[in-house]
C-alpha cells in the first residue's frame, strides 16, 4: 500500500500555499499571502509539499520512469492510452494495482502473470528490472495527474504583439511613458510572471505602489500618510516621518482613501483574453 | 422560552439543596432533530432548512452591547496537521442535553456546556486523506456520528466517546477524503465525500443510524442505461466525472426530500475531453430520503471548468409569490449567480448575478446561466471571477426575508496546464488577479437583488476559503465577522453594525446561538479557540 508521507515541515510552510488549490479554493492562489510560500519553493519542493499535503503514495523514481517509458509504450499504450488514461482498456491512474504498490513490489508479479481472464496477456518475457520500470513510469503518469504541485503553465505567448503595442499606445500612456516598459521583457523569471505583474504589480516591490489615506480624526487633525492596515473599525499609517498612527475609526473619524492601482484594478474588470495575450506579447519581446 | 426557565429553576433548587449540578446525559430524542433550535442545536444547520435562523430573542439590538466573553476552549496538545500548521475550528459545534460537540479533522470532542470542561476527547489516526476541515458531527438518541479524512463514518458513544462501530464508504488512495457533518434525518445517516484530485465520481451514502448498515447510495454522475448519460461524451468519463458531495444538504420533511449541492466537474480545469452539460456535477439536486431516488435537479453550473463546487447550502423557506405561499429554495451559489427555485418541481424563480461577472452568455430555457467558451481556461491564460461564496454557511430570516451571504468580489488568471485530447485530474490552474473583496450582502430572493451590502474595507485580498458563517435571530441581528479578528453584529434588516470586538482570530466556524439556564448564548469557534457569549449580569 501506498502510504500517505508523513508530515514535513514542507507542508507546514506549503500549507497555505496549497490550500489555495484544494476543494474549497478555486484554483492557484487567490491571494497574496498565499502566494508568497509558493514563489520561494523550489519546483521539487512544490512537488513534495503538495504530495505530503494530498496523502500521495512515495515519489515516483524519475530515471526508472523515463526508461520505463518505451517499454510501457510499446506494450501497455496501445490498450491503456499513451498517458495511462486509458483507451481500448481502462485508465490506470485510479487502478488498485497501481495505488496498492510503491516501486514495482506488487506490480511486478502482476505483470508478470498479467490478467488473461479479462484479457490483458502476461510479460513473462519482461525482466523484473524492466517490469519494475514500467510500473515507475506508471507511477509517474498517477503523480502528473495528482499532484498538482507539480504542473507548470505551458506556452502563455499566445499573442499578437503589434496588437499588444497598440494596446498600449491606446490604454497605457496617459499615465506611463515608454520608459516604464523599457526591458520589463527581461525583468521575469517568466512570461506568466510577466503578464501577472503588467496587470497587477506587486506590491511590496514598490513603495509608490502603497495605498494612501487622509484621516481626519474627531479632533479636527489631518494625518496622511501609507496605509498598513485598514478595517471598519480601525486605520493604521505610516506617515512620511516613518511614524505610524493606529486611529479607531469612531463617529466624526473621516477617512478618504487613495489606490495608485485602482486604474489597474478597473482595467482588469473588462480586460479581454485577447488584449492579455496581445500585450503580454509585446512586452516581452521589451527585452 | 418556557422550556429555558424551567432548566433554570431546577438548577437553582440544586444549588439550594447544595447538590453540584450532575454530568449532563446526552438521549437526544430523535423526533427532536432538525426541529428549530431553542435549548439545542442539533443539526449543522441547526434545523434541517439551512437557514440558520434562532427564534431567540434575549439578545437584541437594545442590549448588544453588554455582551460579554463568558468562556474560551483552546484545543491543545494537537499540534500541526498535514497541511495545517495550527488547528482551525471549521465545525458547526451541535449542541444537545447541556454537551457540546466540536470537531477538528481527527478529533472530537465533548464539552460541558456549562463548566466548558471536556468530558471526553476522541483522537482518530488517519491513513490518508486530505486535513483541510472538518464540519462537525451528527447525532441522533446517544450516538455522534464523525467523519474521518480517510472516509471512516465513526459512530460514538455520545456520553463516554467510546467507539460503538466505523464503516469506510471510499478509498483515501483514490484522493477521496471526507471534511463533512453527517445529516441525521429519521433512520438516516447521510453521508457525503469530497475529493477532486484523481477524477472519481461523487456519491451519496445513506447508512442505518444503529448499525451502520448501507441503506442506498446516490450517484452525481449517471450510469449506463441513464438518458443523463447525453450529457456525457460516454460512460468512463462520466465514472471520472467528480460531482462531490463535500457539504451538508437540507431537507424538507413533508416533502421527504434533501436537497444535496454538488461539487465541481473533473477534471477540474480541463474540459476538453468532456463536451456536455457534466450531469449532476454543479447542480442541486432533491433526492427521496428513503430511496435515494432523483426527484429533480437544477444545474448551476453547466460544464463547469472553473472549480466553481455547487456546495453552498441550498436554503429552504416559504415565500408568497403571485398571491400563494410557495416552498422555495435558495442559494447564492459559489459561480456568482443567486438562484431561487420552487423545491416541489426544481423550477426556477430567480437565476441573477449577484457579484460582477461577465462569463455568461444567458440563461437556458430551464435558467441554467450558458458559459461563454472563450471564459474557459487556456494555454494563454483566461480571466474569471474568483469563487463568489464557499462553504462558509449562509443564512435567512423569515421576519426580514433575506438571504444573507458573505460574497467575494474579484478576478483570477485560469491557465489550462494540459491541453491534451484526454486531459485528468486539474489540467489547470489560477492565480488571482487585482484587488479581491468581501461584501456581505443581503438578498431578496425573489427578485436576486441586494437590500443592503456591506464592503469589508481590507488591503489584504479576501481568502474565499476562511471566513465567518453567518447566523441571524428573530431579534433582527445578523452575526458574522471580517477578515481582521472581529465578530461584528448587524441589524439584519438594514445591515447597520450594532457591535463588534476584536477576537484572538478570524471566525472560522458556524456560529450557533442557544437557551442555557435562561441564558442565551452566541457559540463560535475562530482558529483553535471556541468562543462563548452572552450578556453580562
Redesign the interface.
Known amino acids: 500500500?501506498?502510504?500517505?508521507v508523513v508530515?514535513g515541515m514542507l507542508?507546514?510552510i506549503?500549507?497555505t500555499t496549497?490550500?489555495?488549490?484544494?476543494?474549497?479554493?478555486?484554483?492557484?492562489?487567490?491571494?497574496?499571502?498565499?502566494?508568497t510560500p509558493n514563489k520561494d519553493m523550489t519546483p521539487e519542493q512544490r512537488a513534495a509539499a503538495t504530495r505530503?499535503?494530498?496523502?500521495l503514495?512515495p515519489e515516483p523514481d524519475k530515471a526508472a520512469a523515463t526508461r520505463g517509458t518505451q517499454l510501457y509504450q510499446k506494450n501497455c499504450a496501445f490498450c491503456h492510452?499513451p498517458?495511462a488514461?486509458?483507451a481500448t482498456g481502462?485508465?490506470l491512474?485510479?487502478s488498485d494495482e497501481v495505488?496498492?504498490d510503491d516501486h514495482g513490489e506488487k506490480l511486478t508479479p502482476f505483470l508478470k502473470k498479467g490478467r488473461p481472464e479479462s484479457g490483458m496477456p502476461a510479460f513473462g518475457t519482461l525482466s523484473p528490472n524492466q517490469l519494475k520500470d514500467i510500473a515507475e513510469f506508471l507511477h509517474l503518469q498517477?503523480e502528473?495527474?495528482?499532484?498538482?504541485g507539480t504542473?507548470?503553465?505551458?506556452?502563455?505567448?499566445?499573442?499578437n504583439a503589434a496588437k499588444g503595442q497598440a494596446y498600449v499606445t491606446a490604454h497605457c500612456m496617459s499615465c506611463h511613458t515608454t520608459e516604464t516598459f523599457a526591458h520589463i521583457g527581461s525583468t521575469f523569471r517568466s512570461p506568466?510572471q510577466l503578464?501577472?505583474d503588467w496587470?497587477?504589480p506587486m506590491r511590496p516591490g514598490d513603495s509608490s505602489l502603497a495605498?494612501t489615506a487622509t484621516v481626519k480624526t474627531s479632533d479636527g487633525a489631518t494625518i496622511t500618510g501609507r496605509?498598513?492596515?485598514?478595517?471598519?473599525?480601525r486605520i493604521t499609517l505610516v506617515d512620511s516621518a516613518g511614524q505610524t498612527h493606529v486611529i479607531d475609526r469612531a463617529p466624526g473619524v473621516e477617512v478618504e482613501m487613495k489606490?495608485p492601482?485602482a486604474a489597474?484594478?478597473e482595467m482588469?474588470?473588462?480586460?479581454t483574453?485577447d488584449d492579455?495575450?496581445n500585450v503580454?506579447a509585446y512586452l516581452a519581446t521589451l527585452k | 422560552m418556557r422550556l429555558a426557565s424551567g432548566v433554570c429553576a431546577a438548577i437553582a433548587t440544586a444549588a439550594l439543596a447544595g447538590v453540584a449540578p450532575a454530568v449532563p446525559h446526552v438521549s437526544l430524542d430523535p423526533n427532536a432533530i432538525g426541529k428549530a433550535p431553542i435549548s439545542d442545536w442539533t443539526t449543522f444547520n441547526g434545523d434541517y432548512s439551512g437557514r440558520r435562523y434562532s427564534t431567540l430573542t434575549q439578545i437584541g439590538p437594545d442590549n448588544v452591547n453588554q455582551l460579554a466573553q463568558q468562556w474560551v476552549f483552546k484545543i491543545t496538545g494537537v499540534g500541526?496537521?498535514?497541511?495545517?500548521?495550527v488547528p482551525v475550528i471549521k465545525c458547526t459545534p451541535l449542541l444537545a442535553d447541556g454537551v457540546l460537540y466540536i470537531t477538528i479533522p481527527d478529533h472530537v470532542w465533548a464539552l460541558d456546556a456549562r463548566t466548558r470542561n471536556p468530558l471526553w476527547h476522541y483522537d482518530w489516526v488517519d491513513?490518508?486523506?486530505?486535513l483541510?476541515?472538518q464540519r462537525g458531527v451528527g447525532i441522533w438518541k446517544s450516538t455522534v456520528y464523525f467523519l474521518t479524512p480517510d472516509n471512516w463514518l465513526v459512530a460514538l458513544n455520545a456520553n463516554t466517546g467510546q467507539e460503538l462501530w466505523r464503516k469506510n464508504y471510499a478509498?483515501?488512495?483514490?484522493?477521496y477524503?471526507s471534511?463533512s457533518a453527517p445529516l441525521i434525518v429519521k433512520n438516516h445517516v447521510i453521508v457525503g465525500v469530497?475529493?477532486?484530485?484523481?477524477?472519481?465520481p461523487g456519491f451519496l451514502d445513506s447508512f442505518d443510524p444503529a448499525t451502520g448498515d448501507l441503506q442506498w447510495t446516490w450517484w452525481s454522475t449517471p450510469r449506463k442505461g441513464d438518458p443523463a448519460l447525453k450529457t456525457w461524451p460516454d460512460e468512463?468519463t462520466s465514472d471520472?466525472g467528480g460531482g462531490?458531495t463535500?457539504m451538508p444538504g437540507t431537507y424538507d420533511p413533508e416533502l421527504n426530500l434533501l436537497y444535496w449541492p454538488t461539487?465541481n466537474t473533473n477534471p477540474v480545469?480541463a474540459g476538453q475531453g468532456r463536451p456536455g452539460a457534466n450531469l449532476w456535477t454543479e447542480a442541486i439536486v432533491a433526492l427521496d430520503l428513503d430511496t435515494g431516488k432523483l426527484k429533480w435537479y437544477f444545474q448551476v453550473s453547466p460544464h463547469d471548468t472553473?472549480?466553481?463546487?455547487n456546495t453552498t447550502a441550498p436554503i429552504l423557506f416559504d415565500q408568497v409569490v403571485d398571491g400563494k405561499p410557495q416552498k422555495l429554495l435558495a442559494q447564492a451559489a459559489r459561480n456568482g449567480f443567486f438562484v431561487t427555485l420552487d423545491r416541489v418541481t426544481g423550477k426556477y424563480l430567480v437565476v441573477k448575478p449577484y457579484v460582477?461577472l461577465?462569463y455568461s452568455s444567458g440563461l437556458s430555457p430551464q435558467g441554467e446561466p450558458i458559459p461563454i467558451p472563450?471564459?474557459d481556461p487556456?494555454?494563454?491564460?483566461?480571466?474569471n471571477i474568483?469563487?463568489a461564496s464557499?462553504?462558509p454557511a449562509p443564512a435567512y430570516n423569515p421576519k426580514t426575508g433575506l438571504v444573507y451571504v458573505n460574497s467575494v468580489e474579484?478576478?483570477?488568471?485560469?491557465?489550462?496546464?494540459?491541453?491534451?485530447t484526454?486531459p485528468?485530474?486539474?489540467g489547470?490552474?489560477?492565480?488571482?488577479?487585482?484587488?479581491?473583496q468581501r461584501v456581505l450582502q443581503a438578498i431578496d430572493p425573489l427578485t436576486g437583488n441586494a437590500v443592503w451590502k456591506h464592503t469589508?474595507?481590507?488591503?489584504?485580498?479576501?481568502?474565499?476559503?476562511?471566513g465567518p458563517s453567518i447566523l441571524t435571530t428573530a431579534s433582527n441581528l445578523l452575526i458574522s465577522g471580517?477578515d481582521?479578528k472581529?465578530v461584528?453584529i448587524y441589524s439584519a434588516d438594514k445591515g447597520q453594525?450594532l457591535w463588534?470586538h476584536?477576537i484572538g482570530a478570524n471566525e472560522s466556524g458556524g456560529v450557533i446561538t442557544y437557551m442555557l439556564d435562561g441564558k442565551q448564548y452566541i457559540l463560535f469557534g475562530a482558529g483553535d479557540s471556541l468562543y462563548a457569549w452572552s450578556l453580562s449580569q
Open positions: 500500500m501506498r502510504h500517505p508530515l507542508a507546514a506549503f500549507a496549497i490550500a489555495a488549490m484544494g476543494q474549497e479554493e478555486p484554483s492557484g492562489g487567490q491571494n497574496a499571502q498565499q502566494q505530503s499535503f494530498l496523502g503514495g492510452g498517458q488514461r486509458g481502462p485508465s491512474i485510479t495505488l496498492n498517477v502528473d495527474v495528482a499532484n498538482r504542473y507548470h503553465v505551458l506556452n502563455i505567448l499566445v499573442g506568466d503578464q501577472r496587470i497587477w495605498t496605509v498598513t492596515q485598514v478595517s471598519d473599525f489606490d492601482l489597474h484594478q482588469i474588470m473588462t480586460l483574453n492579455m495575450h503580454t | 500541526a496537521q498535514r497541511g495545517a500548521p491513513h490518508g486523506g486530505h483541510v476541515g478509498d483515501a488512495r483514490k484522493q477524503f471534511t469530497g475529493g477532486d484530485a484523481m477524477d472519481m468512463a471520472h462531490m463535500w461539487g480545469f472553473h472549480d466553481f463546487d460582477p461577465d472563450d471564459k487556456t494555454v494563454g491564460g483566461s480571466i474568483v469563487n464557499n462553504w474579484g478576478k483570477a488568471i485560469y491557465y489550462l496546464t494540459d491541453d491534451s484526454k485528468s485530474g486539474y489547470g490552474t489560477g492565480t488571482s488577479i487585482g484587488h479581491s469589508y474595507p481590507n488591503l489584504n485580498n479576501a481568502p474565499t476559503t476562511v471580517d481582521q472581529n461584528i453594525v463588534h476584536e
